[in-house]
């Protein structure tokens, strides 16, 4: 059963770049599966999607993080980023990564554990 | 502020039936399917309904979604108390290019 696990730093500084992986298992990241993508949920507030990369290599973005945001995928480690630029404590949030396989149409069946990233100085 | 409207919170007493809405517009709800996830306190969402009204295997037939127009629901019926969760609504928009999600619905067993 396909399992995903992020990883990256907890503290980032205001105007650095946060980076974090998501590490598939169970699976591989190169079949041709539908889209992976990352969430971000601000403590006591709502999901918020920033982005998703599809097995073709097609990218789609949150417009409000404008180009902040960049997701890219390591087929080689079976894993996939985020790139979150010139962060501020607005971005302050639990990062979630997600599939979705295409089984059940486009919802997002398997999630991360969720990491908090913490941004101050 | 969501672009999906949901209620901040719901609430019911065991056995009775809740509904939550979610409200869109053309290019979201309108045009496109609606997912509702669940989010148990301190643990990752997890989806409930796919693709308006469908639910995967393991997910109780207590749930069920609807969806007319640009508005969508999430119903529960048979409350129990292990369904005190955070319960989020998510279209596609073809305007934006992006998944949208509700704000989020508490809801309470009391």
């Known amino acids: 059963q396909l399992a995903l696990q992020e990883s990256g730093p907890g503290l980032v500084k205001p105007s650095e770049i946060l980076s974090l992986t998501c590490t598939v298992s169970?699976?591989?990241?190169?079949?041709?599966?539908?889209?992976w993508g990352w969430i971000r949920q601000t403590p006591g507030k709502g999901l918020e999607w920033l982005g998703s990369?599809?097995?073709?290599?097609?990218?789609y973005y949150n417009p409000s993080l404008k180009s902040r945001v960049t997701i890219s995928i390591d087929a080689s480690k079976n894993q996939f980023s985020l790139r979150l630029s010139s962060v501020t404590a607005a971005d302050t949030a639990v990062y979630s990564c997600f599939f979705c396989s295409g089984t059940y149409y486009d919802a997002f069946d398997v999630w991360g554990q969720g990491t908090m990233v913490t941004v101050s100085s | 502020q969501s672009v999906l409207t949901q209620p901040p919170s719901a609430s019911g007493t065991p056995g009775q039936r809740v509904t939550i809405s979610c409200s869109g517009s053309s290019s979201n709800i309108g045009s496109n399917s609606v997912n509702w996830y669940q989010q148990l306190p301190g643990t990752a969402p997890k989806f409930l309904i796919y693709n308006d009204n469908e639910r995967p295997s393991g997910v109780p037939d207590r749930f069920s979604g609807s969806k007319s127009g640009t508005s969508a629901s999430l119903a529960i019926s048979g409350l129990q108390s292990v369904d005190e969760a955070d319960y989020y609504c998510?279209?596609?928009?073809?305007?934006?290019?992006?998944?949208?999600f509700g704000g989020g619905t508490k809801l309470t067993v009391l």
């Open positions: 990369i599809y097995y073709t290599g097609t990218t």
């Open positions: 169970g699976g591989s990241i190169s079949s041709s599966s539908y889209f």
């Open positions: 998510a279209a596609w928009d073809d305007s934006l290019n992006a998944w949208l």
